[in-house]
């Protein structure tokens, strides 16, 4: 492929100025909902969505600001990649110092419950 | 001679730049420097021994503002982009600047948000919430510092007389690329150690 037919696959996003503009808004609103729900009772609900909402925020900005949305599938495939594999080592992670008996990093009394994220990441991920 | 080796330079079997692919691969790479961070940050939440405690120092208006200022930096960024790959250099210029004021913005919350932390007693080694918190967050914050040299020099170098030359529309999307994903690691971030109460 020529330079020229490259730099024209890098143009592929058919956004205009406004479409960014409100996609902004969009993610501006989103993280005002994010904030009201964190001051908000909503119990065990509150973790998913705010994760949910993060995840969305996420998502747009990687799609349409980065523009993978319009990109060769490879580049999706590269970052994708990537990010599943970080979310490996985090629930990796997490899993390994939940399952440590010998609570190795600090003398927390187990009945006390132990890790706060062991607890949250452990109830919704059932590990 | 010469043009068979710049051709075969830009020539890729995927068809994509390797500078694009070179930042993609780098940002994947950096998923994986981030995701050991938070994961550490998730470990050590609710294990510190003495405070301060993140429930009395984080303060959550504050930081939604400065997580206002980098999304915000995203939209600039973005219409920075628009302006580079359709020629419309001014539109570039200004929406580069703007990005920088706003990165720069949001390094001043977090200096200021570090200073009030260490007011208060929170040092790297007070406790694990300190030596977390201070690592993932200074990191991404040294990632923003980075990126704002990064734009700068782009800035200036489009001042030039050929301005960022016929790749200007790909200089500034890779660095756009770098850009939106400093911000959305603070998506994560935000919501990680911000909002979802420890």
Redesign the interface.
């Known amino acids: 492929?020529?330079?020229e037919?490259?730099?024209t696959?890098?143009?592929g996003s058919p956004?205009?100025?406004r479409d960014?503009?409100k996609?902004?808004l969009i993610?501006?609103v989103i993280?005002i909902v994010?904030?009201i729900?964190?001051y908000v009772e909503l119990g065990a609900l509150?973790?998913p969505i705010?994760?949910f909402?993060?995840l969305v925020?996420?998502v747009a900005?990687?799609a349409l600001?980065?523009?993978l949305k319009y990109?060769?599938r490879?580049?999706t495939q590269?970052?994708v990649?990537?990010?599943v594999?970080?979310?490996c080592?985090?629930i990796g992670?997490?899993y390994l110092?939940r399952n440590d008996p010998t609570d190795a990093?600090?003398?927390?009394d187990p009945a006390s419950?132990?890790?706060?994220?062991r607890?949250?990441?452990g109830h919704y991920l059932h590990i | 001679m010469s043009e068979a080796v710049t051709h075969a330079e830009h020539h890729t079997s995927t068809g994509v730049d390797n500078r694009m692919l070179m930042m993609w691969i780098f940002l994947a790479s950096e998923c994986l420097f981030f995701g050991s961070l938070i994961s550490t940050y998730l470990i050590y939440q609710g294990e510190s021994l003495v405070g301060p405690l993140p429930g009395e120092l984080l303060n959550i208006p504050i930081t939604s503002a400065s997580t206002f200022v980098l999304l915000m930096s995203s939209v600039t960024m973005v219409l920075a982009v628009y302006g580079a790959q359709h020629k419309e250099f001014l539109m570039m210029k200004l929406n580069l600047l703007a990005t920088i004021i706003l990165g720069t913005i949001f390094l001043g919350f977090q200096v200021v948000e570090f200073t009030e932390f260490v007011h208060h007693g929170l040092l790297l080694s007070t406790n694990q919430f300190g030596s977390s918190f201070y690592l993932l967050t200074g990191l991404h914050g040294t990632h923003v510092g980075i990126g704002v040299i990064y734009l700068i020099s782009l800035l200036i170098g489009s001042s030039r007389r050929n301005g960022l030359g016929k790749d200007a529309g790909l200089n500034l999307e890779i660095a756009g690329l770098y850009w939106h994903f400093v911000d959305i690691v603070w998506i994560v971030i935000f919501t990680i150690i911000y909002l979802i109460p420890s």
């Open positions: 492929m020529s330079t037919a490259q730099t696959e890098s143009h956004l205009t100025p960014y503009i996609i902004g993610l501006t993280t994010e904030l729900a964190s509150l973790i705010l994760l909402l993060s925020k996420f900005v990687v600001f980065m523009h990109e060769a490879i580049l590269m970052f990649m990537g990010a594999l970080a979310t080592i985090l992670l997490l110092f990093l600090g003398g927390v419950g132990g890790h706060a994220a607890i949250w990441i």
